[in-house]
């Protein structure tokens, strides 16, 4: 049986015949380019998710370690088709007694981010977090300390980046756009802001250091450092790891602090943030305290209750998303000690809701559906697996990301189907080997649930910082060419 590190090492030995800076260029505009395929088939095509592979090969090496040639794209494919074929003969995907749903998660996360075109939720809700936030609050103080300048200019900048990562990246270093950002948002807050995407390459290096075949499966392995600089030079590593840094900036300042205080404060404006989401389906939706009222509901209780004429909908939230520090290849067991102390808490809350709900006469017919919220998509399919209870069969819980509750919100609000018809159709389908789905995230992609433009309050939330900040900048840049 070969290890991870055995198998990589021929690629490795064959990258280090080339000179270390074409290395890092070959790779970065091949991720710029696959970047710039458009279609979601073209850029999967291409095992971007390889390339960024090779990325973090070479960032964990010393330069001396290579040679002089120069790596053409040619070369550079050879490699990735190298690393490709050495893990598919490997010992790597051969997990006995996984589920099926966990072989899929570790055979699909690496190229996922490759295959989805960018949303707005993820951003528009860091803009909605600082508009709950008090100019004091412990949660404030320990992001704007981290990224060195107010939050709100922090995403002011960012959104220029998210903008521009899939096409056209290279403008923002121009020395008139860099400019026109310096006159915008001022010298020191551009200076705080590099310092938050740009790495020096030993310090990414060193990071990287230690691994494990686990890196194969990660999505976005090099999240953490969008952009690396050695000896002056820059480099780049795909859209989808700006995205994700981006994104999940605040979220990820947060789960690193270890501050108690803000952790608390980001959930419960997390918690208040779905509710208010709940709430734009135009349905009522009762609270936690509301659905102990109504159910007489003693011990541990869910965050909010939605009752439909059909169906009953209880809901759980958790501030959980994809991380490094969350395994992509793992054994149930090692998930569920992971998950302890949220989606495996949330099943508990969950199920003691239920179960008082069906003691009320009016609802012991009614399905009652019980769904785990989760900040990002955990990739968990269906979970039976995380949750081996009686109730399973009945009434499974389901987990959705945010984003994936807020297109359902908007399909119920626009009278395209009510929340209990869509996971009956979620659960019918999986009936049927034929037509079973990984996830209720899934379905949305389905008529009638599928949405032709994005739920309209991200959009208003998007809008409100993005349109004065175009202005000001078109404004600045009309100046720069007068």
Known sequence: MSSYRETIKPVRNNMRKFDYHSVLTAVSNYLIETDAQGADRGRAARLPWVAERIAVWAL???PSMYRHAKMSQNDLRTCINQAWNGIDASDVWRKNGHPLALFMRQWLLA???????????????????LGRLKPNSRLRQVIENHVGMRAEVYLQVAMFLWLKASVGIGD??????LETLRRAFSAEAMQSFWRTVITPRQVAGQALKDFDEDEWFQPNVLYRFPFVELQGRLYFWGAPCLHRHIEFAFSDIVANAKDKAAKQAFEDAFEAYTGESLRRSGSHVLNEHEVRQRFQVAGPCS????????ATIVFEVKNKSLSLDLPASASVNKYKTKFKETILKANTQLANVASHVRKVPE?????????????????????DYLFPDEDQARDPVLILSIDELEQLVEAVRLKQCTMGEFFADFLARNNEPARALFSPGHLLAEVPYQLNKPPAHLVAVYDAVLDPITA??????AQNTA
Do not use: C, W
């Not at 923002?172 to 756009?177: D, G, K, L, N, S």
């Not at 609802?363 to 979970?383: A, E």
């Open 303 to 310: 965050d909010f209750l939605i009752i439909e004429d059909d």
């Open 363 to 383: 609802f012991t017919r009614k399905p009652i559906h019980r769904i785990i919220v989760t900040y990002g998509d955990l990739m968990l399919g269906r979970s």
């Open 60 to 62: 964990r090496d010393e």
């Open 472 to 477: 000001r900048f078109e404004q600045l840049r």
């Open 111 to 129: 190229q996922v981010p490759h295959q989805q075109n960018r949303g707005m939720g993820a951003f528009a809700r860091q803009i909605d977090l």
């Open 172 to 177: 923002v270093f121009e020395p008139a756009y």
